[in-house]
């Protein structure tokens, strides 16, 4: 064992040519590329200064070893292969000095001590890890695969229910017409002709405020260090889905009591994030279970908050809004720059959507919930 020699770093190339064509090793792995080589061969090397010294790396070749690199010069009775993997097991950083600058002695290295087998079984040990490494990567790609067809599904199950084949139609069910006009008397039918795609006989296409009782973005609070009344901002809204306070801003009570009721997100609610940069657009349903020990939570102005009449599931309305037919609908309709988009309220509120018969809909909506619900047990079991 011993440490490569110091090169400067005006003397690193980040990319090969033909000039700097060796590879450079330092003491967390490659450096770039230098015009000289001083190694030769296949060597594991070991890591010996910096919060990262005893991490193992395996060349093959010519390539510079710097003065932060221990080259392992195996006998040729040992395996150089079987030599990498198992320094890689040993947790050498354990033995580094206890500095602001840690650091490995090659004498160090060299007294740890070490299970030496047979050299035709080094072979075979050798050919078994590649084996299972291999059957590993192929797994790890296998699953990628599949998160992505299980995202896939998901979006193409919304895209069955929002056009009407998710669930078979009842021509006893009420039409969607008559219930708009029991829920609004005021409401006032549109052009069916022109709407965005074909749906069902019993289905209406009618705006997202016909439907609505309250319809919103939140306000701007002045916040508090009291941690009593929290605020639901779009971080609250995971990139994974669901709903986290953790990145919640707190209300004192006087700031409060200036707040109308409506404001105080109820079981049912769908969240839009309505400002930023990639957010923007993101969807949530909303249910009380996300308080923990807090009383309730109200909406700050980046967030808009859409809350049904009663007779119109929210659960099938979130799943218009965060199908990809809602999601382009909002994407295509956003104002702002390109460093901060924006979604108006009126965007929200003239979003066409395809309306079934309120039994329909909470057909559609436990079909939705009993399939995503096999997704994600698959999901979870392919994350454990």
């Given at each position: 064992m011993h440490a490569g020699k110091s090169i400067s770093a005006a003397d690193i190339s980040p990319e090969p040519n033909e000039e700097y064509r060796y590879l450079c090793v330092g003491g967390n792995g490659k450096r770039g590329y230098v015009s000289?080589?001083?190694?030769?061969?296949?060597?594991?090397?070991?890591?010996?200064?910096?919060?990262?010294?005893?991490?193992?790396?395996?060349?093959?070749?010519?390539?510079?070893?710097?003065?932060?690199?221990?080259?392992?010069?195996?006998?040729?009775?040992?395996?150089?292969?079987?030599?990498?993997?198992?320094?890689?097991?040993?947790n050498l950083n354990q033995y580094a000095t206890a500095t602001a600058q840690p650091g490995l002695s090659v004498n160090t290295i060299g007294d740890v001590q070490i299970p030496l087998p047979p050299y035709e079984e080094q072979v075979r040990i050798v050919a078994a890890i590649?084996?299972?490494?291999?059957?590993?990567?192929?797994?790890?790609?296998?699953?990628?695969?599949?998160?992505?067809?299980i995202e896939y599904t998901k979006s193409k199950i919304l895209d069955l229910a929002i056009h009407g084949k998710l669930v078979p139609q009842d021509p006893n069910d009420e039409p969607a017409i008559e219930l708009?006009?029991?829920?609004?008397?005021?409401?006032?039918?549109?052009?069916?002709?022109?709407?965005p795609y074909d749906i069902p006989e019993n289905w209406y296409w009618c705006k997202l405020i016909d439907l609505c009782s309250f319809l919103s973005r939140g306000k701007s609070p002045t916040y508090s260090e009291e941690r009593k009344y929290p605020v639901f901002a779009q971080k609250c809204n995971l990139y994974g889905g669901g709903i986290?306070?953790?990145?919640?801003?707190?209300?004192?009570?006087?700031?409060?009591?200036?707040?109308?009721?409506?404001?105080?997100?109820?079981?049912?609610?769908?969240?839009?994030?309505?400002?930023?940069?990639?957010?923007?657009?993101?969807?949530?349903?909303?249910?009380?279970?996300?308080?923990g020990n807090y009383p309730f939570v109200v909406p700050d102005s980046h967030v808009s908050v859409v809350r049904t009449v009663d007779n119109i599931d929210s659960d099938y309305l979130y799943s218009i809004i965060s199908s990809r037919y809602g999601q382009e609908y909002l994407e295509d309709n956003l104002a702002g720059s390109t460093n901060q988009k924006e979604l108006y309220i009126g965007v929200l509120e003239n979003m066409l959507i395809p309306l079934p018969p309120y039994d329909e809909q909470r057909r559609i909506a436990i079909k939705i919930e009993e399939l995503f619900a096999v997704l994600d047990e698959i999901q979870k079991s392919i994350e454990a």
């Open positions: 000289s080589y001083n190694t030769v061969g296949a060597h594991p090397i070991i890591g010996r200064q910096g919060a990262l010294c005893g991490n193992v790396n395996y060349t093959d070749g010519q390539v510079y070893a710097t003065e932060h690199a221990v080259v392992v010069d195996t006998f040729c009775e040992t395996e150089a292969w079987w030599a990498y993997y198992f320094l890689k097991q040993l590649e084996q299972w490494y291999s059957l590993i990567d192929a797994l790890e790609t296998a699953k990628e695969d599949l998160q992505t067809s708009l006009k029991r829920i609004n008397p005021s409401f006032v039918p549109c052009d069916n002709a022109h709407c986290s306070l953790d990145q919640a801003r707190f209300l004192d009570s006087k700031t409060l009591s200036k707040w109308p009721e409506e404001y105080k997100l109820r079981d049912g609610d769908v969240l839009v994030n309505s400002t930023g940069t990639g957010t923007v657009g993101r969807t949530r349903l909303f249910h009380s279970d996300c308080l």
